[in-house]
T-cell receptor, first 112, second 114 residues
Framework: QQQVKQSPQSLIVQKGGISIINCAYENTAFDYFPWYQQFPGKGPALLIAIRPDVSEKKEGRFTISFNKSAKQFSLHIMDSQPGDSATYFCAATSNTGNQFYFGTGTSLTVIP | ETGVTQTPRHLVMGMTNKKSLKCEQHLGHNAMYWYKQSAKKPLELMFVYNFKEQTENNSVPSRFSPECPNSSHLFLHLHTLQPEDSALYLC?????????????FGDGTRLSIL
């Protein structure tokens, strides 16, 4: 059973547009929700993360929106740039039993 | 050198070979991880080590054998692998295993089983 469901699988956005990637989870024991960015030939790198007691977190052009009651969270990339073209993974982790689960990834392409 | 370094970057092996993947972290972290990344599938956590002690083994077949001699080094010994084991194997480290301690990943070893 997939612990974290991510959509869409791929996304094409015009330069300057907003990219939105969504994730959903079921396990209420998750208490930390990071997003990772992965470029071809590289490992994932932490982009931004949020705890469930916060509804939104913003770092530069990247914002996480968190809906605890719906068990959903999303990544918004404002003013998307071609350099943002990468694969993005959401994740959910818990202190209980070393639980670390990732989504299937979203391949983002920002066209000039 | 900084960060998490994995060697080799690419590995091609037959099903009867024995090889090892190496990971080294220069971040002073205490926890290290092995993940398997296959196309269109979530990253799969394979093993977790905290202060050199294995704390998690997610039902990984015995043909994968991890070794953590110290907090800076992690190995994945491979033997009698199957074609479905072809994937990108990622190593990561973190300060500890608490959920809010971010994991830092290496660039992976691309493994191909003939």
């Amino acid at each position: 059973q997939q612990q974290v469901k991510q959509s869409p699988q791929s996304l094409i956005v015009q330069k300057g547009g907003i990219s939105i990637i969504n994730c959903a989870y079921e396990n209420t024991a998750f208490d930390y929700f990071p997003w990772y960015q992965q470029f071809p030939g590289k490992g994932p790198a932490l982009l931004i993360a949020i705890r469930p007691d916060v509804s939104e977190k913003k770092e530069g052009r990247f914002t996480i929106s968190f809906n605890k009651s719906a068990k959903q969270f999303s990544l918004h990339i404002m003013d998307s740039q071609p350099g943002d073209s990468a694969t993005y993974f959401c994740a959910a982790t818990s202190n209980t039993g070393n639980q670390f689960y990732f989504g299937t990834g979203t391949s983002l392409t920002v066209i000039p | 050198e900084t960060g998490v370094t994995q060697t080799p970057r690419h590995l091609v092996m037959g099903m009867t070979n024995k090889k090892s993947l190496k990971c080294e972290q220069h971040l002073g972290h205490n926890a290290m991880y092995w993940y398997k990344q296959s196309a269109k599938k979530p990253l799969e956590l394979m093993f977790v080590y905290n202060f050199k002690e294995q704390t998690e083994n997610n039902s990984v077949p015995s043909r994968f054998s991890p070794e953590c001699p110290n907090s800076s080094h992690l190995f994945l010994h491979l033997h009698t692998l199957q074609p479905e084991d072809s994937a990108l194997y990622l190593c990561a480290s973190s300060q500890g295993v608490r959920s809010n301690q971010p994991q830092h990943f290496g660039d992976g070893t691309r493994l191909s089983i003939l």
